[in-house]
C-alpha cells in the first residue's frame, strides 16, 4: 500500500483545480440559490499569519460545504493594499510603495494557494490599483454631490521636524516616532469629512434586521459607538456679550442645582474671552495640546481655567462662573455643560479641586423608612447620582426626580429657555490623510471657482511617480506634475488636492465590487450585486466590530439611496472568529521572552536550555513581541496543509479562542492515516455498487447503517447551528472507530453478508465525502483512489435518513391503570396488536389483571402500553 504523501497530493490536486478552473463562479446558475461567504479581506503585510489561516479555513470550509448542498456559492480574495506600512518602508528604505506591496501580495497569494482555498481567482481586486480606487473617487464624488462630503477644520497630530501629520500609531509617548525627543503638537487643518451622523439613526435601528446573524457584543459595542443620547439643550445667557451659551444635558433636574458653566477649550468663545483676558492664552494653549487620548483618560485629573467671564441660569436668575476645563469635549453636544457638582462625578472632582461651591437639589430617599436623607453638601465625599425627591428646586421641590425630568424639561421649553433634543456620540468620518499611499481626492481648487472635483472622464486621478519620500511632509506635495492641473469647470489654472483618503473607505464597499469586480463604467452592475448582497456570511476579527463594520454599513445604505443597490445592511450574518493562543516562555533572569527552540519542556514546567533555569510558561494570544507566534507556511510543510486544516477546524469552534498545539496537530495526521488506510486496504468492498436491501440486514449491519445516519445527521446539524465544525469533526472520528470494528469482526468472518460489504462501503464513501470540506486534497484524492472521477467539491452532500438513525429496538412501559408494572423490548416494526397481546402476557402485568375486567388497552407505538381494568 502506498503512504499517505501530502506534500506531492496537495501540489496535484491544486493544479488540477486550477486547471478545471473549479472555483470559478458565475453570478446566475439555473435553478441555483446564491450564496456569498466572505473572509475579510487581508492588509498585504508580506507574510499570512495563523490568524489569517484560521480565517480562511473557516470561511473555505463553508464555502465547500454550501456548494456541496447545492448552492451557487461566491468565495473571493483581495488585497486591502493602501496604507502606512508600505509608505514607511518607502521612508526607510526607499523602495516604492508600489514595489513593496506588489511582492508582499504576491507571497501571500503564494501562501493562500498553499492553503488549497476555493477562491475564485479571476474575481481578485487590490485596492491600490488605479481600476480598484477610480471607484473610490467616484463614489467620493457622488456623496460630495449630495451633500455627504465636506471639509471642516480639525485637529491632528503634528511633528514639527518633519513637517507632517502623524497618525496616532506614530505619536510613541507624546513624540514623534522619527524624533524621539520632538514633541507631537495639536494643529488644525482643513480636512475632508464624510458625513455618517447623517446615518447615525439609521445605523442603530438597522440591529434590528442583524440581530439574528450578528453577535451581540458587535451590536452592543456599536451601539455604545454610536452612542444615542436624549437630552436637553439649555440656553444660559453670558453676561459680558448678552449672547447664548447653549449647554447639553442629560439631567435637566439639576439645573436649580448647576453652580458654574464649563466649555471646552476649542470652543469657538475661547477666542472671545482671550482677547478681552490675554493672560490666560498659554495655559489655554497647553490644554489644548494635550492629545485626545490623554486628555479623556479615565482617572485622569481634570484641569480648568477661570475666564473672568460669568453666565446666567435662566430659571433662578443666578450669576455663575464660566470655566475652561479639558473633561469637557468639543465634538460631543454643543462643546458646553452645566456643571452640577453635587450630582455628577467629574464636575464635584473639578468644584474640590478648585474650590467652586456644591448645592445640592437632589435628596436620597432611604429605602427601609421612605423617609427624605438631608445631604449636607460641606459633608460630602461623592456626588450622588442616584435618584431621590427634589429640594432646592423652587416649584419643583417635592416631586421625584424622575419625574423632574419632564417636568423641568417641559418648564425649559414652555419657557423659551431651551429645547429637548437627541444626541449622538458618533462623529463624522474624517478621511483625508496628508501621505501618498492611499486614493487621492478628486477634488480641486480653483481661484475662480472655488472647490471642484474632476470630471468623470479623467478619474481615476492617478498616483504620480515622481515623489520624494524624505519622511518630510506629504510626499504628493513634492509632485510638481500632480499639484498643477486644469480646472474642469472653467478650463484655467487649478491645484489638486495632496490629501487621500483613508483607507477604511477602501474596505467599506470592497464586497460588492467582488461580485462584478472587471465593471468598467460602474463600480458593479445593480442588477449583479442584488443577485449576491447582502453577504450571507462574514468571517473576520473582533478587532473590526466598530469602525470597519459600521463604515460599511454606512457605506451600504449610502449607496442604496444613491439607487446602485436594493440591500439595507451588507453582511446578514457575522462570525467573529476566536484568537490563536500558543505558549511563551518567560526569562525572569535573562528578563526576555524566550524562542521555544531555546527552552525544553518537562510536561507543565519548561527550562533554559543553556543554564537550566526554569522559566515562566503562559497560553496567550501569539504576538511577535512575545515570540509564541507559529508561521502556517512551516506548518503547512511540516504536516500538510489538510491536517493544519483539520487541526484548526477541530482544535475548538471558530468563535472560541484556539490553543496552538503540536501534539494536536500530531493528532490529525493520525487520524488522517487511519483514514487513508481503512480506503486504501479494503479497496475490495467498493465493487459491489448495488444499493443496499435494508430488509436483509443482521443486527451488526443495521448497527452501522444507525451509526452512519446519526454520523451524518450530526455533521450537518454541527454545521448548520454556528459552524461547530469541531463537533463534526468528532462525530466522524467515532464513526471512524466503528468502521474499524466493523472491518475487524464482521467483514470477512462468517458474520458478514452481502449486505455488510454494501453497507460498509457506504460509510466509506460518506465518510471520505464528510471530510472533504475539511481537507480537500486529501479527500480527492482517496476519491479518486476509489474510482471515481469528478472532485468532490461538486459532489452532493449526503442526506441521512431520520428513520434510520433511531435504534430499531425500543423500551415500552406498560402499566395497568397508570401505574408501572413492566417493560417490554421490542422491535419498532412490530403492529399495535401484537404488542398489545405481548403486553398482556407480562408475568407481572397477569398478576394485576387476574379476575378483573379489561376495559380497554390503549397503546402508544414505541412508548407506552395502559391496561384499563375494572
Ligand atoms: C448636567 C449634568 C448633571 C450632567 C448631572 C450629568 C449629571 P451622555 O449621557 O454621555 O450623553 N456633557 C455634555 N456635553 C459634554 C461634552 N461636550 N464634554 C463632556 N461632557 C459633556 O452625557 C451627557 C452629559 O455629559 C451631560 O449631562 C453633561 O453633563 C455632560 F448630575 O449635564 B450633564
Ligand atoms: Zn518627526
Ligand atoms: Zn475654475
Redesign the pocket.
Known sequence: MREYNFGEIEKKWQEEWKNQNLFKTENKVEGKENYYVLEMLPYPSGKLHVGHARNYTIGDVIARYKRMKGLNVLHPMGWDSFGLPAENAAIQNGAHPAIWTKSNIENMNRQLKMMGLSYDWDREIASYTPEYYKWNQWIFKKMYEKGLVYKKKSTVNWCPDCQTVLANEQVEDGMCWRHSKTPVIQKDLEQWFFKITEYADELLQGHKELKEGWPDKVLTMQKNWI?K?Y?TEVNLKIIETGENLP?????VE?LYGVTYAVI?PEHPLVDEILKVNPSIKSSVFEMKNTDMIERTAEGKEKTGIATGWHVINPVNGEEIPLWIGD????N?????????PT??ER?FAFAKKYNLPLKVVINPIDKKTKEEIVIIPSEMAN?F?GTGVMTNSDKFNGISSKEALTKIAEYVEEKGYGERTV?Y?LKDWGVSRQRYWGTPIPALYCEKCGIVMENDENLPVKLPTDVEFSGNGNPLETSESFKHAVCPKCGGEARRDTDTMDTFVDSSWYFLRYCDPKNTDLPFAKDIVDGWAPVDQYIGGIEHAVMHLLYSRFFHKVLRDMGLLSSNEPFKRLLTQGMVLGPSYYSNAENRFLYPEDVEIKGAQAFLKTTGEEVQVKVEKMSKSKNNGVDPEIMINKYGADTTRLFIMFAAPPERELEWNENGLAGAARFLNKVWRLVLENKEYLEDKKSIDYSKLTKEDKALVRKLHQTIKKVTESIEADYHFNTSIAATMELLNEMQDFRANILGTEKETTESKKIFREAMINVVIMLSPFTPHFCDELWEEMGNAGKLFTIAWPIYIEELTIADEVEIAVQVNGKLRGTLEVDRSIPKDEIEKMALEIENVKKFIEMKEVMKVIVVPGKIVNIVVK
Open positions: 452612542g443620547s437630552g449647554v447639553f444635558t442629560t439631567r439639576t471646552a473633561y469637557v469635549l468639543m460631543y453636544g454643543t462643546g458646553a455643560v452645566m456643571a452640577v450630582h455628577d464636575d456626588a447620582v444626541k456620540r
